[in-house]
């Protein structure tokens, strides 16, 4: 059973029935079009005092539970959906390693590289595919350049669906090769992501399916909360910080999410401080923070493809998120990232996408600007395994 009660209008308020299909406030997105960040973002909203009624209870009877046990049992009170819709082909319960060969002070990286197709994606495609089991639906569509194609296509594949993907040229090829491999339908498009992004939405109102495109459906947000949820476990707490690789903003988004969900039920006080981490060529979000409005990154061209986008999705409800936090943004070039792409995979055995190590390269110069507080706890989300774009790694110096 689930808890959850709405979904509420991130602009308006306006609230929709969750037992339908939902995806943009449809007072607010009146005037969107694809090609600008998008309007009305749905975020579901729960039954917080049931939820902490059964949390306290759960503790209570076991008060010697694992962190296996509480991970299983607790995160899921939050989710949208009852587990038997999910897809068989387990997601998320990723580690958490402390690793302290990188710098004096220990540092804790959640490595969900190892997910099925390789990503954090993953958290996303499993809970879009439990609702469209819900629902009855049988193809799921979405745009995308790489790891989210990827992983709908495994996630599609597990649970008998069918994937249909919009896909602007060039991808890495190990990401082509999983969408291949997995048997999803593949159209390329003539031009940029957004196009890929409009082909689909324009698929999805003719056809009878689900569209995936970030942060279009609200679940693709609940998927991505896991992750917080996850690391409060693990934790046994909030970390002071947490650095995020950031492209659309939903990963971002999603994990606030969770800590503002934990804040709602009364489980915890204070939100962890969001660092939104960004190539400096793709750097919208950031711009919007320091900037108070919204412009589209002019030329997203970086080495770190999972975080190149000129027009983020979800970058309003990431300048929320980074607003309500105290959180902060931080830019980091091409070569300080492959640095710190070497670094972990030699002093930490993780081996993670040139967009995942950009967390490490920004944590660095966080440091030594002191924009963190010394010994607080910090946590690198390093969201995507480097086996997936091998040509990227940098063997010079
Ligand atoms: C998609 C992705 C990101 C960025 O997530 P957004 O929600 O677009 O900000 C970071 N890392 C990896 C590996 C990704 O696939
Ligand atoms: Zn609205």
Known sequence: MSYLSTLRCSMC??????????????????????GM??????????DYDAIKQTWDEFLNAF????????????CDLFSP???????????????LIECANLLA????????????????????SSLVVAEAKRLGIREIVTASTGNAASSLAALCAAAGLKAIIFTPAKAPVAKLVQIRVHGAELHKVEGSYDDA???ALEYSTQHECLNRNTAYHPYTIEGKKTAGLELFIQMNGVPDYIFVPTGDGVILSGIHK???????????????????????SSDAISSYLENGYYRDAANPVTVADSISVKTPSAAHLAFRALK?????????????ILSAQKMLAERSGTFCEPSSASTLAAYFKAKEQAWIRNGAKAVLMLTGHGLKDIQAVDFAD
């Open 324 to 336: 309500e936090c105290g959180g902060m943004a931080i830019r980091v070039s091409d070569v300080e």
């Open 63 to 74: 008060p010697e539970a694992s962190e296996q046990q509480k991970m299983d049992e607790l």
């Open 37 to 46: 960040p998008l309007k009305g973002i749905l975020e579901a909203i729960f």
């Open 258 to 280: 969770a800590f503002s969900d934990l804040r709602q039920a009364g489980i915890i006080e204070q939100l962890p401080v969001l660092v939104a981490v960004q190539a400096e």
């Open 13 to 34: 308020g306006r609230e929709f029935d969750p037992a339908g299909l939902h995806y943009l406030c449809e007072s607010c997105s009146q005037d969107y079009h694809p």
């Open 105 to 124: 002070e220990p540092l804790y990286l959640k490595f969900d590289g190892v997910n099925p197709s390789g990503s954090f994606k993953d958290r996303a």
């Open 197 to 199: 992004f409009a082909q």
């Open 81 to 95: 959906l009852n587990r038997d819709y999910y897809p068989n082909l387990p997601v998320g319960n990723t580690p």
